[in-house]
């Protein structure tokens, strides 16, 4: 057995035994995650003022929350339409009060640059759930693209740890906007298959006869 394949299946164990307790005392799911947002506007205080280790170790705390309460809701059998709803919005809430702590703290020490670079990574973020819901009122489903929520918060996190923002930035403001730009391409080449499929099925259709 690997190292890698070791520490997975340790950190699965410890995530089983999480969910366990937590659904033995009936938490509400839609409480863990609020309980992550919170924890993540905490992280971002920190990015605030410059103390980003501290801030990547909350971040992964507050990951954990991510983690497990979707699986809570599922061991209680509390899944609900609103659940996954709420989940969708307060991880919004979360992306952008982290990119704000950024904000805040490249204005503070005088750095325009990078407060752009990080406004661009935040319009990247929101665009990127935004696309694919709006994309989804019209096409199946559109998963496509690289940089969705997980990869964002790894790369935050090891910009973080790493004292290594700056690049992690670059690459989430030029990737996040070409993950952007695929689903938009991806869902005119859908919607154009779709209405061409359409159109034949009329075109098939006999004069006098409806489908």
């Known amino acids: 057995m690997t190292i890698t394949r070791a520490i997975g299946l340790g950190a699965g164990k410890v995530i089983r035994m999480i969910v366990r307790a937590l ?3 009936r938490v509400n799911p839609n409480v863990l995650t609020f309980l992550g947002l919170v924890i993540n506007v905490v992280a971002a205080v920190f990015l605030a003022v410059g ?4 801030a990547g170790l909350i971040i992964i705390f507050a990951g954990l929350f991510d983690m497990v309460d979707g699986r809570v809701a599922r ?3 509390q899944v609900t339409r609103f659940g996954a709803f709420f989940d969708s919005v307060l991880d919004r809430y979360s992306d952008l009060a982290l990119l704000i702590g950024l904000l805040v703290y490249y204005g503070t020490i005088n750095r325009p640059f990078y407060v752009v670079l990080t406004a661009v990574v935040m319009m ?6 935004y696309v694919r819901t709006r994309a989804e009122n ?6 496509v693209g690289f940089l969705e929520r997980p ?5 935050f996190i090891i910009g ?5 923002m700056a690049p992690v930035l670059w690459v989430t403001a ?15 080449q859908e919607a154009k298959r779709l209405e061409h499929a359409q159109l034949r099925a009329k075109t098939m259709v006999a004069p006098g006869q409806s489908l």
């Open 75 to 77: 061991e209680t059998n």
């Open 51 to 54: 103390h980003f280790r501290s």
């Open 23 to 25: 659904s033995l005392s």
């Open 174 to 188: 030029v990737l996040g906007n070409i993950t952007v730009i695929h689903r938009m391409i991806f869902t005119y």
């Open 160 to 164: 973080t740890l790493f004292d290594r």
């Open 138 to 143: 019209i096409i199946p489903t559109c998963k």
């Open 124 to 129: 990247a973020s929101v665009l990127i759930s």
């Open 151 to 155: 990869e964002r918060v790894v790369l």
